[in-house]
């Protein structure tokens, strides 16, 4: 068969300038996964850091809805910019180990603005190319019926390609992508500063945070394994961003929760070899991580870039709610487990199969954990309320204001409430809070009510022995009637005052 016979429509384009990315805030990780790329690229080929540039500037001008992304990795050579830059797939990255691989990302802006432009040169001095998509022009002649051109002829017809005017005004060695005339989205996240880094700082391959305690631990694992990006990204001139993970953490019922360890996984490959690695963050299992905290969920990451959101991996629960109780993620190596189109989920794979297979015992896991940590606060509100009852009691018996048959069914009473406080305490699931809180209390209440049985003195003893009786009684009978043991115990308390 002939080539030349095949046709290949206007119409593949309308995949890639509509319908293919649902979040706008995603064209932000393709560009941020090109510029990585590059910059990985620029180290590889030892080229020298530019010391007076960001590695990758952000800027971003609600007011002239534009949007530009800079970075200053390798640039594009001059005699490969055309080409790159108006091919559709066809990536020079495939079988690299760069994260790119389709040649389809860059195109992501084409759906959200009126002029997506590129621009790079590789070394001071040269023009700096500029190539321009027109959108607007796209768009009309993908909707007409008249015009007929194959895919080639097409491009051409909507791209341009010019020297920038003031090339002083560039860095040296630079690529960047400009989008131009932003179209109104529902919230225009896309132009909204605080949102795009919040969304960066989960997806992109930038640092934890220095007040992340366990961060570091994580990265030297993660080093044993891949190459965690740590790559510089600055929002309108902000400081660099990081990971979002901190120490502490609001938990879903409003009390303080914080991450105390980490754990490791290592998840064998199909035929040998490791397919993934990830690590967990453990805390309270109080309840849901809130969204705020932005690291809710086992996340998936390819190339250090986050694959899908928060919520890919909750099948992998025996409920998908506690996928919400999880912080963890696992970094994709095995390189036949590859992102989608979309890059929202993964390609369908014996491989994906595989690595899927061994995750479902962290699910499980964490389940359990979430689940025995549910309990356990159930169990330690009912030690609570018992201790409390308890405590309560002894409060009366130290008043010394029954009559001996009350006081010896008052001490039986307190006695029935110590002894399931010690069941509790023996729980297996408890043993770290028993060891630390539980039996010292219980060991603290037994003493208390030891001394207060010995006590043979009242304050009573002042009052003529009839009177006693008759006051003991009325006592008995306050404290029998009474709905409020604690309300009941004050009344007592200021007759006491009153007739002593
Ligand atoms: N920031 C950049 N610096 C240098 N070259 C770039 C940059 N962005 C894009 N390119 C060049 O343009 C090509 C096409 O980019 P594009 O994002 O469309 O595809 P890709 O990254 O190769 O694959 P994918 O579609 O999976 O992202 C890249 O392969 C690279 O050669
Ligand atoms: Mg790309």
Not at 4 to 22: C, P, Q, T
Not at 316 to 335: A, Q, Y
Not at 422 to 444: C, F, S, T, V
Request: charged share 25%; glycine share 8%.
């Amino acid at each position: 068969m002939n080539g030349a016979e095949i046709v290949i429509g206007k119409d593949i384009l309308e995949l890639l300038s509509s319908a293919m990315y649902v979040d706008t805030l995603t064209v932000y990780r393709e560009y941020v996964q090109n510029a990585a790329d590059a910059l990985a690229a620029s180290v590889e080929a030892g080229l020298p850091p530019d010391p007076a540039e960001p590695q990758v500037a952000v800027t971003i001008d609600p007011g002239a809805r534009t949007v530009r992304i800079r970075d200053t990795g390798t640039g594009v050579p001059a005699d490969a910019f055309v080409a790159r830059m108006t091919a559709i797939g066809a990536s020079p990255k495939r079988g690299t180990a760069a994260r790119g691989f389709r040649g389809v990302g860059r195109l992501a802006g084409l759906a959200y603005c009126r002029e997506l432009t590129f621009r790079s040169r590789t070394a001071a001095g040269e023009p700096v190319l500029e190539i321009r998509w027109d959108c607007a022009k796209l768009k009309s002649l993908l909707r007409s019926t008249e015009y007929a051109a194959g895919l080639p002829q097409f491009v051409a017809d909507i791209v341009d390609l010019s020297e920038a005017a003031d090339p002083a005004r560039y860095p040296d060695r630079f690529f960047e992508v400009e989008m131009g005339g932003i179209i109104r989205h529902r919230n225009d996240a896309i132009l909204d500063a605080g949102t795009v880094s919040e969304y960066l700082s989960q997806v992109a391959p930038v640092p934890f945070s220095a007040e992340f305690t366990l961060g570091a631990e994580i990265d030297a694992f993660l080093r044993r394994h891949t190459a965690p990006g740590a790559i510089e990204i600055r929002v309108n001139g902000g400081e660099p961003l990081v990971r979002p993970h901190r120490d502490a953490f609001e938990a879903d019922d409003g009390k303080p929760d914080a991450f105390t360890d980490v754990e490791f996984k290592e998840l064998p490959g199909q035929d040998g070899g490791v397919a993934a690695v990830g690590w967990l963050l453990h805390h309270g299992y109080r309840g849901a991580i809130p969204n705020a905290a932005l690291v809710k969920g086992l996340r998936f990451r390819s190339g250090d870039i986050q694959v899908g959101g928060h919520n890919l991996a909750e099948d992998l629960f025996p409920e998908p709610r506690f996928n919400s109780w999880t912080v963890g993620e696992i970094h994709v190596l095995d390189p036949r487990i590859l992102p989608n189109g979309r890059r929202d989920n993964y390609q369908e794979s014996v491989h994906l199969r595989n690595l899927r297979n061994h995750l479902s015992p962290i699910g499980r896991d964490i389940a359990k954990r979430c689940r025995t940590s549910s309990a356990r606060r159930k169990w330690l509100r009912e030690f609570e309320l018992y201790e409390t009852v308890a405590k309560e009691k002894m409060a009366i018996l130290a008043q010394g204001t029954l009559g001996e048959v009350a006081r010896n069914a008052m001490e039986a009473e307190v006695e029935r409430s110590i002894s399931p406080m010690a069941k509790i305490a023996a729980m297996e699931d408890l043993a770290a809070e028993a060891e630390a809180r539980l039996w010292p209390k219980l060991e603290e209440l037994r003493r208390e009510l030891n001394t207060l049985a010995d006590r043979t003195e009242s304050p009573m003893a002042r009052l003529p022995a009839e009177k006693r009786a008759m006051y003991e009684h009325l006592f008995e009978l306050v404290y029998d009637c009474s709905t409020n043991r604690v309300a009941a115990k004050a009344l007592v308390d200021r007759i006491m005052l009153k007739i002593l």
